[in-house]
């Protein structure tokens, strides 16, 4: 611990997170240090635990999956973790909790929105994971002010393509401020309400000094396409088709996949047929 904190400020620590080439279990550890007349104190929490896409591709031989190492900071009375925040429920930013908890450690109190938690219940049946030892869940919206020893945390909407995603501001106790984007997209034609913050972000844009913004592809330039563009391609393409039946592949995780398929059947007036494997969310 005296490694890396022999001062005062906001550190931060990536545990996790995409590579260039790869998505991984997204994992980051904000600690406030302060310094008391008793000596230095400190305010940790950690946003995000999730879990590798292709753990097989570590190499190891017989794994479940393979998860950030966070056993340092739950092991370190000084350094435990006030909080997990959840930024959204795509298992590469949640999934790590069960396996966590599976493993026999305790965790902190947990942070996210009412989706992610309904994710996360499924995962604690699917894993068979006692209720006795179930983190609290907080369920969190925008604009919420939630305060962790000497951090404060903004709770900002942002869309992406699962229902209640979540962007944070936290702010140190020397006003250190960063913007933690989450996954997240600038697309208001967004079908899931409310989409990104903005009128929020652009009020707070002179007071953040530091953004986290660990999005796949990032070194591409350019615009995705916006949601409601691709809405009226697939109602084009629909329409173009002389095929009785359509199929269109949707990860089960982007729900905002489906929701716009759906949409374009309705549109045209089609019929549905969802189709699955039950390991939805895994
Ligand atoms: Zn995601």
């Known amino acids: 611990m005296d490694r890396y904190f022999s001062e005062c400020g906001l550190f931060w620590r990536p545990l996790g997170g995409n590579n260039i080439d790869q998505i991984s279990g997204h994992c980051y550890q904000y600690t406030d240090i302060k310094d008391l007349k008793s000596g230095l104190t400190a305010s940790t929490i950690v946003v995000d635990l999730g879990k590798f896409d292709n753990h097989q591709a570590l190499g190891v ?35 790590g909790i069960v396996h966590y908890l599976k493993a026999g450690y305790t965790l902190p109190p947990l942070f996210g929105g009412k989706y992610t938690l309904m994710i996360l219940e499924e995962l604690y049946d699917e894993f068979k994971v006692p209720r006795s030892i179930r983190p609290q869940f907080n369920i969190i919206h925008d604009g919420d002010v939630i305060k962790c020893g000497s951090l404060k ?63 796949c592809g990032i070194t591409s330039d350019g615009i995705a396409v916006r949601e409601v563009d691709t809405f009226k391609k697939l109602v084009e393409l629909i329409k173009k088709s002389r095929k009785r039946k359509i199929f269109i592949p949707v990860y089960p995780t982007h729900a905002e996949m489906y929701l716009v398929a759906f949409l374009a059947a309705l549109k045209l007036k089609k019929n549905v047929i969802f189709y699955g494997y039950h390991d939805f969310y895994t």
Do not use: W
């Not at 393979?66 to 909080?83: G, K």
């Not at 034609?189 to 660990?214: E, I, M, W």
């Open 61 to 95: 031989r017989n794994s479940a999956a393979a998860v950030p190492d966070i056993r340092e900071l739950l092991q370190t009375p000084f350094l435990n973790p006030e909080a997990i925040f959840l930024t959204h429920s795509h298992p590469d930013h949640l999934n």
């Open 153 to 215: 945390i903004e709770v900002l909407a942002s869309s992406h393509t699962c229902f209640d995603s979540f962007g944070l501001i936290i702010k140190a106790f020397d006003g250190t401020t960063v913007y933690h984007t989450g996954d997240m997209k600038t697309d208001n034609s967004t079908y899931f309400r409310k989409p990104t913050n903005l009128k929020r972000l652009r009020q707070l844009a002179g007071k953040v000094n530091f953004s986290v913004a660990d999005f």
